[in-house]
């Protein structure tokens, strides 16, 4: 099942990824294993050069029904603008794993 991109989510997670292989993948782990399932998962591949792309290919190939990835060349914080302009959340958050 894909993500119906018509129906509104109560809640858009954003998580851009650029080098955060090392914590991608416990981060998706937790975010798909919530008991709330009105919830969509955009994650934007900022052009990371580590394993980044592989892993949400893989997550995204999993979880269709909730995970969204766009995959795009670095432009820093823009990618969170595109993911906001395609978040379909009542409520949209930001989950960043670079400090």
Known sequence: MQINENE???LSIIIPCYRVEKYLERCLD???GQSVKDIELI???DGSPDRCP???RDYETRFPELIRVIHKE????LGCEKGRDTSSGRAVHRLCGSG
Request: charged share 30%; with cysteine; net charge negative.
């Open 43 to 45: 994650c934007i591949n």
């Open 74 to 77: 670095n432009e820093g914080g």
């Open 8 to 10: 509104e989510k109560k």
């Open 54 to 56: 592989e892993i949400l």
């Open 30 to 32: 937790s975010l798909t």
